[in-house]
């Protein structure tokens, strides 16, 4: 916007410099950046607001909705947390306009404008319909310039109170990766043992009881081995972005439990920092007897004995690492239906020997404390006891107390100094 011979009186808390001929407006406490034109100031229209600020609106509540206009293959490598999709190009248009963009700038932003119009009429007349006028939307494209601006424009002439993200999907990012840059003072505790030994069963019944955890697994949508396919993983973004959300949620001087995993889940992989802080966790290896383990790794997997072609291209790719004669026991095995007889097969070729390698190596570099959580069986009730012990020795154990020593275990230690 253009400047103004003589700028309108600014309030306090003004910030008085401006950019690109709009002005900034810094709320009570100095957050939520918020950006006007000086016509818009001095005549008090219902403009969009530029925001660095994500979460809150100008009110400190959450807004209504946060809206993504990038295009659905934008959305669908990564998105703020509960945004929803309302492109105003398509993939194909977007790739349209940039190229004509790239042969005349005024001709590509006439196609653009052209085809955002077309689509912005279509969201008024069906998303936006039954709106109110208390209706607060954040709206954000990837680096907050002409398609998020184009939709927090119309909002607000039709007198919603619209928010524009400054600096798009990008300012989210940046943040993201920050937030997993930095060195967290969380209390970790893991849960290791070999494959079939319900760890993820377990960190759900200490959750259940209300204890911190976060499931890697979980957020990752991979079980993390060979048969560890859940469905679609997501982008590596993605998987940071719920990571680091998760995160905010813990509180540093409560324990958090985690499943051991290793630097990459599937497809995606575990930011260095966290690794890093993982690996000096104290660890509690879940002792489950063999024959229980068959029996929970049977019923975790129990949908691969329904696809015995896929589950045998699976296991293909042990393959070049076992030799084609134990392969070809395990399709034998699969076609006879003799699932117990193949997955005791599998820990004992395979699982059990990858755990132990991998234990061993992770001693030889971190030395960390291991201490055995017995666990006599994968039922509810079992596993649920396995919860309270942990409750009642955890912070006798010698692994934590070294991990997260109290200020007067420290206190002693400088005594001895």
Not at 108 to 133: D, N, P, Q
């Amino acid at each position: 916007f253009p400047l103004p011979s003589a700028l309108p009186r600014l309030p306090p808390r003004a910030c008085t410099s401006h950019r690109g001929g709009a002005l900034r407006l810094v709320g009570a406490e100095g957050r939520g950046m918020a950006k006007m034109s000086p016509e818009q100031w001095a005549k008090g229209k219902n403009a969009p607001v530029l925001t660095a600020d994500w979460r809150f609106g100008e009110t400190g509540q959450p807004y209504c909705e946060i809206l993504d206009v990038r295009t659905p293959a934008e959305f669908a490598e990564d998105h703020l947390p509960g945004a929803i999709n309302l492109p105003v190009l398509s993939n194909d248009q977007r790739v349209l306009v940039g190229t004509m963009y790239a042969s005349s700038p005024f001709e590509g932003r006439k196609l653009g404008a052209g085809l955002i119009m077309e689509t912005l009429s279509g969201y008024l007349k069906e998303h936006f319909a039954e709106k109110g006028k208390d209706y607060r939307p954040l709206v954000y494209c990837w680096r907050g310039g002409q398609r998020s601006g184009s939709l927090a424009h119309v909002l607000s002439e039709v007198g919603f109170r619209s928010s524009k993200l400054d600096g798009g999907y990008k300012t989210y990012r940046a943040e993201v990766q920050e937030y997993l840059k930095r060195d967290h003072k969380y209390r970790w505790c893991m849960l290791s043992g070999p494959t079939g030994s319900c760890k993820t069963r377990l960190l759900k019944r200490f959750g259940a009881a209300g204890h911190q955890v976060i499931d890697l697994e979980g957020l990752a949508n991979h079980r993390g081995s060979v048969l560890g396919g859940m469905g679609d993983q997501p982008s590596q973004k993605a998987f940071e972005g719920t990571l680091a959300w998760a995160l905010r949620d813990i509180d540093p001087t409560r324990p958090v439990w985690v499943e051991s995993e290793s630097a990459n889940i599937g497809s995606v992989q575990l930011p260095y920092k966290v690794i890093d802080a993982l690996r000096k966790a104290p660890r509690f290896e879940v002792a489950l007897p063999f024959e229980r383990r068959v029996a929970a790794t049977l019923d975790e997997y129990e949908g691969l004995t329904q696809q015995p072609e896929h589950l045998k291209a699976l296991l293909s790719k042990l393959k070049r690492f076992l030799g084609a004669k134990i392969f070809c026991e395990w399709e034998k095995l699969i076609d006879e239906g003799r699932w117990e007889e193949l997955v005791a097969d599998l820990l004992v070729q395979h699982y059990d020997p990858s755990y132990s390698r991998s234990q061993a190596a992770h001693r030889e570099k971190h030395n960390p404390l291991v201490e055995k959580l017995p666990l006599p069986d994968w039922d509810e009730k079992s596993l649920d006891e396995a919860v309270v012990f942990m409750e009642t020795h955890l912070q006798d154990s010698e692994g934590y107390r070294a991990a997260y020593p109290t200020h007067e275990a420290l206190a002693e230690a400088e005594a001895r100094l």
